[in-house]
């Protein structure tokens, strides 16, 4: 009991952001690659993780380093048309993403109660979200998203309520299916999107520094706080990876076998569970899709509000009220008030997710390639530069999502 409290302990910002990977619009993405090609794309959720892991790992040593957020990091050690550029991309894919899981949440909360329009639980989400964020203290928001992330679980019940072929799940798992289409293909390039998002990357880097700061850790980082920050690291991203593999078996094995297969938003995906694997099924995956909408749209809103206010070099921090850093605080009102109104000027939550995926798609490598430069620059990390695997993982995903991206914008145009 004392190792599993003193595991918890270690556990933060790596958990937090792994489980918010799997937001409302993740969980549509998976939906989606479930319900149209059954158990085929399982073998990603094996795939991603030392990817995600590798990638996550750098953004936080680089933040636990310079003591900075990755903003922080491109501002001091790169063209500022660079970090622009970023910024430019950066806001309308969140804001769009916000927008997506806002309207993913307030669709699902309609399901679950009739009587009440999708649009009035996105208001009461909205604006529940800003209270907590304004007025919580970091370590109250950081706890609370950490036991929001058990709310995840409920994913990993929902297979064993129907009839699975186990046997059938291991094959599909470990010998990866490419078919070579373009539906198959564009759902490829969705998944990766969505697991190895860059709001991520800036994410962990800028709480590791708020971690540090917080436990007043003004020390030399040393081989046990990169240890600990590994296992957090690690422990998030196969919890992530955890959840995305059991959300697309649940939508392969229910919605496929039982003729499902167009998926286009979250609601239509616990819709269709209702009547196939039963009201429990329905209930739980709802569930699930309000409570990730809780964690991640924080994060979301969090990451850019770090972007901004340490490129224009503004006071930054949830550690801080509100008096104390008005812009950081802004800025995310403004992008929690942008993402709910998407809906009211004519984006809908599909095109969102569609938009923000071609942007996340071209920032994604650009971002990773600057992400594998410093964390090399030994003038930047001093004798805590990349290992060998670290480097192989990361120049690999650098090139699948380059891959991804190129694939995705092709797509967009033929």
């Known amino acids: 009991m004392n190792k599993l409290k003193r595991f918890w302990k270690i556990l933060g910002p790596g958990l937090i952001t792994g489980a918010s990977d799997d937001d409302p619009s993740g969980i549509a993405t998976y939906s989606q690659a479930g319900a149209a090609f059954g158990l085929s794309t399982l073998w990603t959720a094996i795939i991603a993780f030392p990817l995600m892991a590798a990638i996550q790992q750098m953004c936080a040593k680089i933040g ?44 699902v909360g309609n399901l679950l109660f009739p009587k009440i329009e999708a649009m009035y639980f996105s208001v009461i989400f909205t604006l529940l979200l800003l209270g907590l964020i304004i007025y919580l203290p970091y370590h109250k928001i950081a706890a609370t998203l950490k036991y929001l992330c058990i709310v995840l679980l409920v994913y990993l019940i929902v297979p064993f309520l129907y009839k699975q072929d186990w046997l059938d799940i291991a094959k599909n798992t470990f010998i990866p299916t490419i078919q070579f289409n373009k539906e198959f293909v564009a759902v490829l390039v969705g998944i990766l999107g969505t697991t190895i998002s860059p ?18 850790k003004h020390l030399i980082v040393n081989k046990k706080i990169i240890t600990e920050m590994q296992q957090d690291v690690d422990f998030g991203m196969s919890f992530s990876g955890l959840v995305m593999f059991f959300i697309i078996l649940t939508t392969g094995t229910v919605l496929y076998k039982g003729g499902i297969h167009q998926i286009d938003t979250v609601e239509q995906a616990a819709a269709a569970l209702k009547p196939l694997a039963g009201n429990f099924a329905y209930l739980l995956f709802a569930i699930g899709v309000i409570g990730t909408g809780l964690l991640a749209i924080p994060v979301l809103c969090g990451s850019l509000s770090y972007i901004i206010t340490e490129t224009f070099g503004w006071e930054q921090g949830l550690d801080k009220k509100f008096h104390e850093a008005k812009a950081f605080y802004l800025v995310m009102t403004i992008s929690l008030i942008l993402g709910l109104s998407l809906n009211y000027i004519g984006i809908s939550p ?65």
């Open 64 to 107: 636990l380093v310079t003591s900075q957020g990755l903003t922080g990091a491109l501002k001091t050690n790169y063209p500022k048309p660079v970090l622009y550029l970023m910024l430019v991309f950066s806001f309308p894919a969140i804001v769009m993403n916000i927008g997506a899981d806002i309207a993913g949440m307030g669709a």
């Open 199 to 216: 709001y991520l990357f800036f994410w962990q880097a800028s709480m590791e520094v708020e971690e540090m700061a917080h436990k007043k």
């Open 350 to 414: 599909i095109k969102a997710l569609i938009y923000t995926a071609i942007l996340y798609g071209i920032t994604a490598p650009v971002l990773i390639a600057i992400i594998l430069h410093i964390s090399n620059n030994k003038s930047v990390m001093g004798n805590l530069t990349n290992s060998r695997l670290s480097n192989i993982l990361g120049f690999a995903t650098l090139i699948i999502m380059t891959l991804a991206a190129l694939t995705l914008l092709y797509l967009q145009f033929v």
